[in-house]
């Protein structure tokens, strides 16, 4: 199963990455947590950096080491900017971006498939990069704004993306559907004019079950004017 | 016809028939018959007065038939749609599954005292009944326990409901099962050995689901081998080798495929005195329904299954289930409702599969290609289920002079398969498409002239015309394995087999309101087929208003029954119920508007979305504006399903698929550069979905042929792969330039003459395609699937079968 032909090792990985990957901000992914701090009921956050905390947390116990802070393992209040708005949630410090979204915020646009950071239907953006939003933790976003499904149209007008998903009939059942607007959205966000290749790499992460592949491709390119390579006859 | 796909659908269709009105007054029409461009005409039909006028062809119609947005795509794109992992109610609980962590065993004790006393547990339940597995004829063989026996790692054997997911992980957790192991056996081969684990300790059966699915009962059954289910057709099969004056024979392998739909198996439950109401993610809110009913023997009024999006089936869901099941009684011991969606690993272990083959073709024919004789012998596993009979193409694709075929099903201890995408056809048609396509070289006859003469079926004949003319066939070089380099190119075609099945569940309501809006309203549910968007689009084409204005309302058992979405039937079932529908409430609407206009509704009609008066007593006026002449608030029609015009002119659906490969001889690696996809539905009622869904199902056949595989670790009995990222499924960089030929045939049997494209969508013919090209490639013949590299390279004679061995 290793002879997939998804990975090809060219030069940037996958567009959407965890955010350990992705970003410099913080250096803790939820796998690299849970393996620190071993999965129990009464876990709690470790968190090395003190810039990671919410303003609100930092009120915990700080025990010894001045940058080491301990959170949970209950409730705490957490301020997440979704789509330009700032909300307050009260979650256990283990609460996945995915979670805190769906769960707590009532936003179920963004879907959970995997829960392995293996199939980019939780995707999310950090700042405008492309994250799984259920390999990262919420508490770990920090400052930094996310980017929802819920936020790609405005004022109740579907992005020009979006319209061309509509037009090309790029989704069956939708449930990646989401993810996949994500990711093509981040990707014309930081190349306008992709390819192809572009494309088909932007959403080398994002499984689709039901294989509507060619048409996210076909809609991406017409959104970004790019005409749809030729077809065979 | 497929045995199992019959014995699933058929009681249904005759109970229902039976039922029918007897003997409505029939007068005759003519209808288009046939593939326009090629062999359209018209053929007289017997049919119902009651019934809607003829539908004319696609091309001479506003909104049937033409590309047409998706009814719900906006909620789509925007994360608007609400599947029922995302329903959230007021109390709501976490369901979760405590599922056995061995492959075989009797279960000597639960014990569930920790994990009801963990703080935000509100309901713990321990399974007494699972559903799904075969069940022994003699249940005595077993001593009665009150735990089902373990058939399968993964089967789920107790549950809890707490107030977070995170809660129900941790109580599920505390559950403490004590085990009496058994031996087991996880592969088919070794399952087939007659000193081998016993699965069952007798016979057993397991019953199928609308979707097809489920094997023979009442078969023959030697140790875990369930069969043979045996059929004959024609005249003698040896008499037909006599005659032959070549004959080719081969074995092939395929794997266990699972479903992996992005949206898992599930429910939302909230049971409350005198309604259970379910949100399910389901292909069929009727199977659901009736399952509920009967388990817990409340009456049908009391039950009520909402599904409106689901995130893909491919054919694993139907009914209750257990996840089902087990959220309705954990939501009526906790007095709230409950979620209980299962994670991806309980998904690839215990809601269904594609059984494994292993099957035997023999094929004879004369030196024109006629075939004296087919012979079939399979064995497939569809675990601790039945239902791997894979004999439908070979039985339903060509004429022979004599046919044998005997399927069986070997036990293992694997969770149950289900029907998925036409079960048993993508095993089947690798067999016997790739046999066809051995005897055409060793007849020197053209794979596509071969089966010109084999091939009765009037559409796929014209699709190998399609085929014919196309660039990627003329550009295959006929010699196979002519190129010189490590890589070779190569350029295949196979054929698929589906059927016009039925369901005669299949009912809608159509509803005319004052201010001009129209809603349609069905039980039936939308797979991401695009139901919604033709239920839209046959209302349209009635009252000349565009489809997005059309209110469709689905999904919901509150309203008329729905078929079930398996086996292709939706769109062949509901369309012409819904159009009689559509036009017996324009009769009433026009008889309700009539006077104010001093006219009758025999005077007036409806074009281009105006009310005209053929005898010119008013002006046309706008639809909306007459229908402010209403006297009431909205008129109303209902309509049912009638049986096909004339069951004497049936024929099959299917398709060509022609599939180029580039083999890289020295790594194994297979590489899809190109794919034609020819194939034919009826009518194609909206050809941008139809396209959608044969894309799909190409790519989901590549994805089966080269990379997919359910792995079960032979010494543990554990699926190694239960994830996505090692249960490897086609993506992005997997994809071909794909073109897809739709084929629009008539065959007037309906109001609409339209029927599903699901099954026959690509997935039946693509790995037989490419094993077909793979021999153009090569001159080697890939009998085996996934065609990983070792595969690859061991059908070239470079390494072992398996691989090399460390």
């Known amino acids: ?233 | 016809m497929a045995t199992h796909l019959d014995t699933a659908l058929d009681p249904l269709v005759q109970a229902a028939a039976a039922a029918a009105p007897a003997k409505p007054e029939k007068h005759t029409v003519m209808m288009p018959i046939g593939v326009p461009g090629y062999t359209l005409r018209t053929e007289a039909r017997e049919v119902p007065v009651s019934e809607p006028p003829v539908l004319a062809v696609n091309s001479e119609l506003e909104f049937i038939g033409k590309p047409t947005e998706r009814w719900d795509a906006h909620y789509k794109v925007s994360g608007q749609a609400k599947y029922t992992a995302d329903i959230q109610l007021p109390g709501m609980l976490y369901g979760r599954f405590l599922n056995a962590s061995v492959p075989h065993a009797k279960v000597l004790s639960v014990d569930v005292s920790a994990a009801e006393k963990y703080p935000g547990v509100k309901s713990v339940l321990v399974i007494e009944r699972v559903l799904g597995n075969a069940e022994l004829r003699d249940p005595k063989l077993e001593t009665p326990s009150r735990y089902p026996i373990v058939r399968y790692a993964g089967q789920p054997i107790a549950a809890v409901a707490a107030t977070s997911a995170h809660i129900a992980d941790e109580a599920v957790k505390l559950i403490m099962v004590t085990y009496e192991e058994m031996p087991f056996v996880t592969d088919q081969l070794s399952a087939r050995k007659t000193d081998s684990p016993q699965v069952y300790p007798g016979a057993a059966d397991q019953a199928g689901s609308a979707g097809g699915g489920g094997g023979p009962h009442g078969v023959p059954q030697t140790g875990n081998v369930h069969g043979p289910s045996i059929n004959k057709k024609g005249g003698d099969i040896e008499q037909g080798f006599k005659d032959a004056d070549v004959i080719v024979e081969g074995r092939y392998v395929t794997q266990v495929q699972t479903h992996s739909a992005l949206e898992t198996h599930g429910v939302v439950a909230d049971w409350k005195p005198g309604m259970l109401t379910v949100w399910a993610s389901t292909q069929g809110t009727g199977s659901v329904r009736e399952e509920f009913a009967q388990y817990f023997k409340l009456p049908k009024t009391q039950v009520r299954v909402i599904t409106e999006y689901m995130g893909g089936g491919f054919g694993a869901k139907f009914g209750a289930g257990n996840p089902g099941v087990v959220a309705a009684q954990l939501s009526q011991k906790a007095g709230a409702p409950v979620r209980l969606m299962l994670d991806r690993k309980e998904e690839h272990l215990s809601v269904g599969n594609r059984p494994d083959a292993d099957q035997i073709i023999r094929i004879g024919a004369k030196k024109d290609g006629t075939l004296t004789a087919i012979q079939l012998e399979s064995f497939g596993t569809a675990g601790c289920g039945t239902g791997a009979g894979c004999a439908g193409p070979a039985t339903n694709m060509y004429k022979y002079a004599a046919l044998h075929t005997a399927e069986n099903d070997v036990f293992t201890n694997g969770g149950p398969a289900a029907a998925f995408r036409a079960p048993g056809h993508p095993q089947g048609a690798f067999a016997l498409e790739q046999a066809i396509d051995e005897l055409a070289i060793k007849l020197a006859i053209e794979p596509l002239d071969l089966r010109d003469r084999i091939d009765e079926n009037s559409v796929r004949r014209v699709e190998r015309q399609v085929v014919r003319e196309s660039a990627l066939w003329k550009s295959r070089n006929p010699v196979a394995g002519a190129d010189s380099g490590p890589v070779k190119r190569g350029v295949g075609m196979a054929q698929s087999v589906w059927y016009r099945f039925i369901s005669m569940n299949s009912s809608a309501e159509v509803l005319v309101h004052r201010d001009g809006s129209l809603e349609v309203r069905s039980a039936v549910q939308d797979l991401g087929t695009g139901i919604k968007t033709v239920l839209a689009q046959i209302l349209a084409e009635e009252y000349g208003v565009p489809p997005a204005k059309i209110a469709v309302r689905i999904g919901d058992t509150n309203y008329p029954v729905g078929p079930d979405s398996g086996g292709s039937v939706t769109t062949a079932s509901l369309t012409p119920a819904v159009r009689d529908a559509a036009w017996q409430a324009k009769k009433k609407f026009l008889a309700e508007i009539a006077p104010a206009y001093g006219t009758t509704a025999d005077d007036l009609q409806i074009v281009k979305g105006e009310v005209r008066s053929k005898s010119g007593k008013m002006q046309p006026v706008s639809f909306q504006r007459a229908a402010g002449k209403m006297k009431v608030d909205s008129v109303s029609a209902q309509a049912r399903r009638i049986p096909d015009y004339d069951r004497s002119k049936y024929e099959t659906y299917g398709g060509v698929s022609v599939v180029e490969v580039n083999v890289d001889t020295e790594t194994g690696r297979i590489l899809i550069p190109r794919v034609l996809a020819v194939h034919d539905c009826g009518r194609p009622m909206n050809p941008t979905q139809v396209i959608s869904q044969i894309n799909g199902g190409t790519i989901q056949g590549i994805s089966y042929t080269l990379y997919e595989q359910r792995h079960l670790d032979p010494n543990t009995g554990l699926m190694v792969n239960p994830n996505l990222e090692q249960y490897k499924i086609a993506g992005s960089r997997d994809i071909p330039e794909l073109q897809v030929h739709l084929v629009e045939s008539y065959i007037g049997q309906s109001s609409t003459d339209a029927s599903g494209i699901g099954e026959a969508a690509g997935i039946v013919a693509v790995g037989a395609a490419i094993g077909n090209a793979f021999f153009n490639a090569t001159g080697y013949r890939m009998r085996r699937m996934p065609m990983v590299p070792s595969e690859v390279l061991a059908a070239l004679g470079k390494v072992p079968q398996g691989g090399l061995k460390a």
Do not use: W
């Open chain 1, 1 to 233: 199963m290793a002879d997939s032909g998804q990975f090809t090792g060219d030069g940037e990985s996958s567009a959407t990455t965890s955010v350990s990957e992705g970003t410099a901000k913080s250096n803790i992914s939820r796998r690299g947590f849970l393996r620190g701090a071993g999965i129990t009921a009464a876990s709690t956050a470790l968190i090395d950096g003190v810039q990671l905390l919410h303003r609100e947390a930092a009120a915990e116990t700080i025990k010894g080491n001045a940058h080491v802070r301990e959170l949970g393992p209950g409730p705490v209040p957490v301020t997440l900017n979704v789509n330009g708005t700032e909300h307050v949630v009260q979650i256990e410090p283990r609460t996945t971006l995915a979670d805190a979204l769906r769960t707590h915020l009532g936003m179920t646009g963004t879907k959970v498939v995997c829960d392995h950071g293996a199939c980019s239907g939780c995707t999310v953006t950090l700042d405008k990069v492309p994250v799984n939003s259920c390999m990262t933790l919420a508490i770990e976003v920090g400052s930094r704004r996310i980017g929802t499904i819920e936020g790609i149209a405005q004022n109740g007008q579907l992005h020009p993306l979006q319209v061309a998903f509509v037009k090309h009939d790029a989704m069956q059942c939708g449930f990646c559907t989401p993810g996949m607007v994500m990711s093509c959205s981040a990707l014309l966000e930081r190349n306008p004019k992709p390819t192809l290749a572009d494309v088909k790499k932007a959403v080398s992460g994002n499984l689709c079950r039901c294989a509507t592949y060619p048409k996210v491709f076909a809609a991406t390119l017409e959104a970004a004017g790019v005409a749809p390579e030729k077809s065979i006859s």
